[in-house]
């Protein structure tokens, strides 16, 4: 494994400060769309088809644009990538706000989003992977991952508040903010990719799903498509339930995110490389016991519990997954990897919400037992990893 060692502890530090804001206003940007939009459509007198459709369409990019970016990264250097990143990513709140009101220019503007967005994600995760070591790294990505609960749980918060004053301040401000990064990342941060010799100039090679690791990136898609799919029917279930509202829904899953937050800037930073396969499976069973008391909801505390177990049990595997997997490739492939899995983790929250939505049209129980079931084969795959002797 290659590790960037030219650079000092304070220069690693400043870094990686820099890197946890850039995560953070990634996801920001990603949710602060979530209470805006069906508003927008509301307003605009649309069918309810194009609120879906414009959340959707954002991951649909990222899916597909993903790979490239990683790729691109690994052949050119993680910095340049980067810089083009929150170049688009700053257009596509632009062009949101500038076009508030012309519906084929916001679904331009979340296309941009979704494909400049892999190249942010794929970068910062690849420059966390070149600047540590195997021992360190699930400390640092529990740092990122604890950037990415606080972004989804400001996110919505912000874009609800400033969406009262106007829909078009909530996109102009993160385009502030995300141009105030690209300057900080233009001025101090150096290219940690060096070494690129060997990189692949080649197309994705999607016969990595037949190495050990493809059971590492199924369950990447496994455990965000059960996630997103819960996101979209929780509500649903607990109207019928407990006659829930919107305010306790939010206030329910900002508790959620600020438990996962916790959970990963403090428990996962401390687990030891090697320890991360009874760390997945102890989420994986949390969140399919939490799955399986859903249907069961008598009342909000019981509800809000369920939703607490199902956001720790999710941060406590994707956070460790995200660093297993990058200690299976070195620094000259570590864009592509990282790249591939943020493409399937877009695809499982494209297909999550179709899944479960769909499932709930028969029973309003049933997609919170698939849950469980698709937790479980996240545990076994994770356990026929580690049972064929990898270690993270």
Not at 123 to 134: E, H
Not at 183 to 194: D, G, N, Q, R, S
Not at 212 to 231: A, D, H, R, Y
Not at 254 to 261: E, H, N, Q, R, Y
Request: net charge positive.
């Amino acid at each position: 494994m290659y590790v960037n060692n030219s650079m000092s502890s304070n220069n690693i530090k400043q870094v990686f400060s820099l890197l946890m804001v850039i995560q953070f206003f990634i996801y920001f940007g990603f949710s602060i769309v979530i209470p805006v939009i069906p508003a927008l459509i509301d307003d605009m007198d649309l069918s309810a088809f194009h609120m879906g459709l414009l959340l959707a369409s954002y991951s649909i990019a990222s899916f597909i644009a993903a790979p490239f970016w990683g790729q691109f990264s690994d052949n050119n250097g993680r910095k340049k990538v980067l810089l083009i990143g929150l170049i688009g990513f700053t257009i596509s709140f632009l062009t949101f706000g500038l076009f508030i009101d012309h519906l084929p220019m916001l679904y331009f503007s979340r296309i941009i989003g979704g494909l400049f967005s892999g190249a942010c994600f794929s970068t910062t995760t690849s420059i966390v992977a070149d600047l540590t070591t195997a021992e360190e790294r699930n400390r640092y990505m529990g740092l990122l991952g604890m950037m990415i609960g606080l972004g989804f749980i400001f996110g919505p918060a912000v874009g609800g508040l400033l969406a009262g004053y106007s829909y078009q301040l909530p996109y102009f401000m993160t385009a502030a903010i995300l141009m105030l990064i690209f300057i900080a990342v233009m001025m101090k941060l150096p290219e940690t990719h060096l070494d690129r010799t060997g990189a692949d100039d080649g197309g994705i090679n999607w016969t990595i799903f037949r190495q050990p690791v493809g059971l590492l990136l199924l369950c990447t898609f496994i455990v965000m498509m059960t996630m997103s799919g819960m996101e979209s029917s929780f509500q649903l279930l607990e109207i019928d339930r407990i006659a829930i509202t919107p305010t306790q829904m939010g206030l329910l899953f900002m508790i959620g995110g600020f438990v996962s937050a916790i959970l990963q800037g403090g428990y996962l930073r401390q687990v030891k490389h090697g320890a991360e396969r009874k760390v997945m499976m102890a989420g994986l069973l949390i969140t399919a016991t939490a799955f399986i008391m859903l249907p069961f909801t008598m009342n909000l505390v019981y509800a809000g519990l369920c939703l607490v177990m199902l956001m720790a049990g999710n941060a406590m595997v994707r956070t460790l997954l995200t660093s297993s997997i990058t200690k299976t490739t070195t620094a000259r492939h570590m864009g592509k990897m990282t790249g591939i899995t943020y493409s399937l983790d877009s695809l499982g929250r494209i297909i999550g919400p179709l899944v479960f939505t769909g499932l709930l049209t028969f029973s309003l129980s049933l997609p919170f037992y698939i849950g469980a079931v698709t937790s479980l084969l996240a545990l076994i795959l994770i356990y026929i990893y580690f049972s064929k002797g990898k270690v993270a």
